[in-house]
């Protein structure tokens, strides 16, 4: 391909995310729930009336702004409202992209998701007090998810300049159901599903030098990193893949 993005070399990249989400979750676990984290009003700050995990991303994002991260467009702020652009001087990052996806951001249900679905399945309850670890490890596990999710951005331009004219006549269609069934692969589905869940045994079990045959302990349910993917990252990844291609002629 012209752009040299294949779907081989996008499913890598997916593959590889995987691992940064799997480890995010994991560091997350060190912490309870921690809910104070998560009340308006909780922490006195001065001007703002928001949660503490709001006000930890509201700063965070504002200052990766100012060095550009919202540059490129594997990048998506949880509030794009009042960003400052980039001070860098402009690396030219390749758009690959189609200009009329860059308005899709769905950041707002993935938040919704990782807070009132996610989080409680696998955060155990308790209060250590850890709260701004406990927000900066939602930031990690949130941005590694948007990123994830919003890169259903790239499978789908290649999918479309892989078949333009199936993507094609669906697309001027404006057939929804029909765009999702064609860029639904089932087989690999139940891959991903399998991985991510065998990456968690991996990547969180108690390692020990006199392995005795204790029953294996895990820092992050498999189960519950299978399901994140099959209930909401894979369904996720397909909404934004369509919303793309819904855009791609305009
Ligand atoms: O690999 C693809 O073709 C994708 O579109 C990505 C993905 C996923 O989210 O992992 C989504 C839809 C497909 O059914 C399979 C996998």
């Known amino acids: 391909m012209a752009d040299g993005l294949t779907l081989e070399c996008v499913r890598e990249s997916l593959i590889r995310q995987e691992d940064t989400i799997v480890f995010s979750l994991i560091e997350r676990s060190k912490y309870p ?31 990766h702004s100012t060095v550009g991260r919202y540059e490129s467009q594997e990048e998506h702020p949880f509030f794009p409202d009042n960003l400052l652009p980039s001070l860098l001087p402009s690396y030219n990052h390749p758009k690959v992209l189609h200009p009329a996806g860059d308005a899709i951001n769905i950041n707002t249900t993935i938040w919704d998701m990782y807070f009132n679905q996610l989080l409680p399945l696998f955060a155990t309850e308790g209060d250590d007090g850890n709260y701004a670890q406990t927000a900066a490890c939602d930031l990690e596990c949130l941005q590694a998810l948007s990123r994830r999710i919003h890169y259903g951005k790239y499978v789908a331009e290649v999918k479309f300049k892989d078949s333009p004219d199936d993507y094609g006549t669906l697309i001027h269609a404006q057939d929804r159901d029909a765009l999702m069934k064609l860029l639904t692969y089932e087989a690999i589905e139940e891959m991903v599903k399998r991985r991510v869940e065998k990456k968690a045994m991996a990547f969180g079990q108690e390692v020990t030098l006199n392995g005795t045959d204790k029953e294996v302990k895990y820092k992050v349910d498999p189960f519950v990193v299978s399901r ?23």
């Not at 994140?228 to 305009?250: A, G, I, Q, S």
């Open 33 to 63: 729930m921690n809910s104070p984290v998560y009340v308006e009003g909780f922490a006195d700050i001065p001007g703002f009336t928001g949660s503490l995990v709001e006000y930890v991303f509201r700063k965070t994002q504002a200052v």
């Open 228 to 250: 994140l993917y099959v209930e909401w990252v894979m369904p996720l990844t397909k909404l934004v893949e369509v919303e793309y291609l819904l855009c791609r002629l305009d």
